[in-house]
């Protein structure tokens, strides 16, 4: 689970739109055709993943290849930080507790949550929504790049 909305908060000004945007018929045609398909190096940091994509400059889209473990953060320390203090923010997502469908064993949508009024009731089972943020970035390929 992810808190979508607070990706629309992000301090970085960066802009989100739906995963199939580009198939939207309203754009221009510029742009739908201009694609480059590019594959990447594991460990490139962001000075790195720019001087891998200037060949592609000149294209509207750019789609890059099996992206996981490509990116491994800033080489200016300070955007480092930056980036995965917001990272943090928005890969976490806490919500304790909420109603679950699955598990109700087909309970009425006026059912309890969490447990039966009285016993015998069918009612929605509860978990807890809370996701930690996981692994880090994958590490630098060139250590002497890498920011602290």
Do not use: W
Not at 14 to 21: D, K, L, T, Y
Not at 82 to 91: C, F, H, M, S
Not at 126 to 139: E, Q, R
């Amino acid at each position: 689970m992810l808190d979508t909305p607070r990706f629309f908060e992000n301090s970085f000004g960066v802009g989100v739109r739906e995963a199939n945007f580009l198939l939207n018929p309203r754009v221009p045609a510029n742009v739908s055709s201009s694609v480059a398909k590019v594959k990447l190096a594991r460990g490139l940091n962001d000075a790195e993943v720019t001087a891998a994509l200037r060949p592609h400059a000149h294209m509207a889209i750019l789609e890059i290849e099996d992206a996981v473990d490509t990116f491994c953060g800033f080489a200016e320390p300070a955007m480092d930080a930056a980036y995965k203090k917001e990272g943090q923010k928005l890969l976490s997502y806490t919500r304790t507790p909420f109603c679950m469908m699955e598990g109700s064993n087909n309970a009425p949508l006026f059912s309890q949550c969490c447990q039966a009024r009285k016993p015998g009731d069918k009612f929605f089972p509860c978990i807890s929504g809370t996701m930690p943020t996981g692994d880090d970035l994958p590490a630098c390929a060139h250590p002497t790049l890498k920011a602290p």
